[in-house]
């Protein structure tokens, strides 16, 4: 009987002890989910990519989470030191340098024929390539007429110019036919270009201007839209249906606490993370909205304190002084803005557009979160169009302002060195005028890029398949014409300069918009006038919608530019690529992303929620 009872008593102990150990474990499960939505936004892994570190990426098909692991479903993903990412890592490409990137397809299954195709619709979904969207290289490197097939590899060499604009890039998977299913699974990365040349003080060429010092400290904001629903809201086909079209099944899920659908904007893969600032210095952010569907209107949505969530989002004509906080538009699609520096309300990103922002909140806002999201803006329909294809979610990521310990940054003022593939085109004299139309046959089945009556979905690379043939050391006039449903224009390698922002309509536009002068490689509008350079390189230079659906499905074509060009840095797909210079431009680059210090401060903090944990374990089991 005394040995019974022992034994009861026994059982009785390990039973509330595994009671204790549930309870404690569960509220650290709670914990951790509650800290995962608003945590603070972390940086993808930053990766110096140059002759002398290449940079290799391999795609592989598995399980993908995303949203603080909210949804979770099969897709294709970047794998970068043994490590899945989404996005991927950060690649910096130093002006000047010559990096390397290595595509490594290890989807499995079988070669695709990509010869004989249907380029009206989704085929050969495991061939892939790279695209670096932005990036002013020989078209022979920035060519997205390649492809990887499964089990293959493919080394993609750029050399940088010296007098590269530094700016917020990104890369993507862009292999026609498989580019949208690709993307949309999160085959997407920030690309930094990084050049002091472009900082430096037109008073003071030895010295560098304050954007130098601010961007050391800017944010990579890497934008996705994950929508794995079965059926579409609206005319574009989700990443569930788009797999089910090819074949494939998406095996999704999600927490249904949490979110109403299997559907989210993310930052970083991220759901609705916290970003701090300090009072009186400013922050610049770099948005990539590396969507093929959405445009994004983001501006305050609320706060949670008195002064928070005052504004008519639907009419944002005021004074652009969000609660305190000013946002200046400083560079768009990787090129700088002219001064001064536009104040914003909102943070306009077509589809591939990029926008980086100053951020400065005076000492009177410490303490306040401020609330971002998108929805579409009255103000913007006669210029954006059809809501579709507009960003809604009422949290994207909170502002939360501190107190600054650090000493004052103001918003800058100078301005950036502009190369001469950027000079302004004002006075230049114009070859010829192209008119441009997106639009589509059989409804939205086929689409097709129309240039100067040239009207067929895209044919494929090839002699004499070209929409237009250009010339270099040219300056040509690009009339758009959308006429109906409203599309983004993208062209690769060479940026336009804006002239007439809506050829369509009168009312002035917006400057979150567009800006009469500024250079992008994306532009969304009803119709719209820009010019654009032929410097530098001969070869194919791609233009397409950058709704991806549309792109895959016949929306895209293809410039010849022809000729010889008078700066000498043209290369040939027959040439071997000159190597970059040994001299490394981001001295300090890094202190801006992952220093030291930051690594310190991570190891600490792990250390201490480890403690804890085992700490209220060891607690509870010595009470129980």
Aim: hydrophobic fraction near 35%; include cysteine; charged fraction near 20%.
């Amino acid at each position: 009987e005394e040995k019974r009872g022992v034994r009861d008593w026994q059982i009785r102990e390990r039973g509330t002890m595994a009671l204790g150990e549930r309870l404690v474990w569960g509220l650290v499960v709670a914990l951790l989910v509650v800290v995962s939505r608003g945590a603070e936004l972390t940086q993808p892994e930053l990766v110096e990519c140059t002759a002398a570190n290449p940079v290799t990426l391999t795609l592989e098909y598995g399980r993908t989470e995303v949203a603080d692991g909210l949804i979770s479903f099969d897709s294709r993903n970047y794998v970068y030191n043994g490590k899945q990412m989404v996005p991927g890592p950060t690649i910096v490409m130093p002006a000047g340098e010559q990096c390397s990137v290595t595509i490594k397809n290890n989807l499995g299954g079988d070669r695709c024929d990509t010869s004989n195709v249907d380029n009206s619709n989704y085929h050969c979904v495991n061939v892939t390539n790279l695209h670096t969207h932005g990036i002013h290289v020989s078209p022979w490197q920035d060519n997205i007429d390649t492809e990887v097939q499964p089990g293959d590899s493919l080394v993609y060499t750029y050399d940088m110019p010296v007098d590269h604009m530094a700016g917020t890039f990104w890369y993507h998977a862009h292999h026609h036919g498989s580019t949208n299913l690709q993307v949309q699974g999160g085959l997407v990365g920030a690309l930094i270009v990084e050049n002091p040349l472009s900082y430096a003080r037109p008073d003071d060429t030895d010295r560098l201007s304050e954007l130098h010092d601010l961007y050391r400290d800017a944010k990579v904001m890497v934008m996705n839209h994950f929508d794995l629903n079965d059926v579409s809201e609206t005319v574009f086909a989700t990443y569930t249906q788009v797999a089910e079209e090819v074949g494939e099944v998406a095996n999704v899920a999600y927490d249904s606490d949490v979110l109403d659908s299997p559907a989210a904007f993310t930052v970083n893969g991220q759901y609705q993370p916290t970003i701090t600032v300090e009072t009186d210095r400013t922050q610049i952010l770099r948005f990539i909205n590396a969507g093929g569907v959405n445009s994004m209107e983001i501006g305050i949505f609320g706060g949670d304190d008195a002064n928070g969530g005052d504004h008519d989002h639907n009419h944002p004509d005021h004074d652009h002084d969000l609660d305190g906080c000013v946002l200046k538009l400083i560079a768009r699609d990787g090129i700088f803005q002219l001064t001064p520096y536009p104040s914003i309300s909102h943070v306009v990103l077509p589809p591939g557009g990029r926008a980086d922002v100053a951020v400065f909140c005076t000492r009177e806002t410490e303490g306040r979160r401020l609330i971002f999201g998108s929805e579409p803006i009255e103000d913007y329909d006669e210029f954006l169009g059809q809501e579709t294809t507009r960003a809604v979610q009422e949290n994207i990521f909170t502002l939360n302002v501190v107190r600054n310990r650090k000493g004052r940054k103001d918003l800058p003022r100078s301005e950036a060195v502009f190369p001469t593939y950027l000079r302004d085109t004002q006075s230049a004299t114009i070859a010829d005028t192209v008119d441009i139309t997106f639009n589509f046959e059989e409804g939205f089945v086929v689409g097709y890029i129309e240039v100067d009556a040239n009207i067929e979905p895209f044919p494929g690379f090839g002699d004499g398949k070209q929409k237009y043939t250009f010339s270099c050391d040219n300056t040509y006039e690009l009339n758009f014409i959308n006429p109906g449903f409203v599309h983004p224009y993208h062209q690769h390698i060479n940026s336009f300069q804006l002239v007439d922002l809506n050829t369509d309509i009168d009312d002035p536009v917006p400057v979150e918009i567009g800006r009469p002068g500024e250079w992008r490689d994306v532009y969304l509008n009803h119709g719209f006038l820009a010019r654009t350079r032929m410097d530098d390189f001969t070869g194919q230079m791609v233009a397409h919608c950058h709704i991806l659906q549309h792109e895959d499905h016949g929306m895209m074509g293809w410039y010849l530019i022809d000729g010889t060009c008078s700066t000498g840095i043209d290369i040939h797909p027959d040439e071997e690529s000159a190597a970059g210079g040994d001299n490394s431009l981001l001295s300090g680059f890094g202190d801006g992303f992952f220093s030291t210090m930051h690594i310190v401060y991570l190891a600490a903090g792990a250390t201490l929620i480890v403690t804890i944990i085992i700490g209220t374990v060891l607690v509870s089991k010595w009470y129980t």
